[in-house]
């Protein structure tokens, strides 16, 4: 049984890794025919595209789950919180340790800056929100519907500024530019529009699946373990369902295209630091324990300290790896 889970794991690790490499090389491709900026490709489409395994876990979690209402809550306020803890920590550190091997430890990683900080900010901003309606009562429906609001305006705000400046992006040098054919191209099939989204539909349904299977593996062999709900969602589950996002940005950032990588883990940021906290608020749930608290806290830390490196000119794989501590410190915490 262990090494069917095992391998369930390895297939669907081949699977996702084959998706990415189909929906980069796409979405590539249909940036530079629409004349898009790198930060925009990256920050709203690569992000929303390879987010739908984390959004739909906690909605499936909390109205298709068991006949536990209280398991069913902590499971979607985990993969909610877990989610960006994944990508600011780990994601951030795996993408340090491949472009530290590839290009070099103290070589500056150089995303398009103003839309990297920009990502940064409105993630941080959410998440004080988010933070701050943890302590909001249960008897007060009417101010957590509040913030909820503000939560979903602000990516609203967010989207339209990114798509804003994706045109002066474009003329100052910074648009999505392909190295390569499209792969299904190779099949003989005429190039055009209609192929790239055709490839990119075949990359996202082969990112979705493998995630899922992922899932799957993990939570069997979790399974073993005897890990509470709530642990489970916050530290095993979104290493899952945060793999494409983490395989997307390694492949573009030892390609040297930091713009598209950075702003695959950042633009998921702040989709799911706003939209999923936003559903995260309602939930009964949604209360100051410790687990949710230690996992916010070094989410926030771990986001600041990355902008902080980035404001400081210091955005380099041998100071970028040590975000990696906040996944592993909250494993120590809660585990």
């Not at 369902?241 to 950042?266: C, H, Y």
């Amino acid at each position: 049984m262990l090494g069917f889970d095992i391998g369930v794991l390895l297939v669907a690790l081949l699977i996702i890794l084959a998706g990415s490499q189909l929906f980069t090389n796409a979405l590539e491709h249909v940036g530079q025919r629409l004349s898009l900026s790198e930060g925009l490709v990256g920050s709203v489409f690569a992000a929303v595209g390879t987010a739908l395994p984390e959004t739909l876990i906690p909605i499936v979690a909390v109205f298709f789950g068991g006949p536990s209402p209280s398991i069913r809550g902590h499971i979607g306020i985990g993969a909610i919180l877990g989610a960006p803890l994944i990508l600011v920590s780990m994601a951030m550190a795996l993408m340090a340790l491949f472009a530290g091997i590839k290009r070099g430890w103290h070589v500056h990683l150089r995303p398009e800056i103003s839309g990297f900080m920009r990502d940064l900010l409105y993630f941080l901003v959410a998440f004080i929100i988010a933070l701050l309606a943890l302590f909001i009562p249960a008897q007060q429906p009417g101010a957590r519907v509040l913030a909820s609001v503000a939560l979903v305006f602000l990516y609203i705000i967010y989207v339209t500024n990114t798509v804003r400046a994706s045109k002066m992006l474009v003329q100052n040098g910074h648009g999505t530019h392909t190295e390569h054919p499209l792969w299904l191209k190779r099949t003989g099939i005429p190039h055009g529009l209609w192929l790239e989204l055709t490839q990119l539909a075949l990359g996202l349904a082969l990112i979705i699946a493998g995630a899922k299977m992922f899932v799957y593996g993990v939570e069997q062999l979790a399974l073993f373990t005897g890990i509470s709900a709530l642990v489970l969602s916050l530290l095993i589950v979104p290493v899952a369902t945060e793999m494409p996002e983490k395989i997307n940005s390694i492949l573009w950032v030892r390609r040297g295209k930091d713009t598209l990588a950075f702003g695959n883990i950042t633009g998921a940021l702040v989709f799911q630091g706003t939209l999923l906290t936003a559903f995260g608020v309602q939930l009964p749930g949604w209360q100051p324990q410790a687990g949710i608290l230690w996992s916010m806290g070094l989410t926030f830390a771990a986001a600041l300290w990355v902008l902080l490196l980035s404001a400081n000119r210091r955005l380099t794989p041998a100071w970028m790896i040590f975000s990696g501590l906040a996944y592993a410190l909250l494993f120590v915490l809660v585990a």
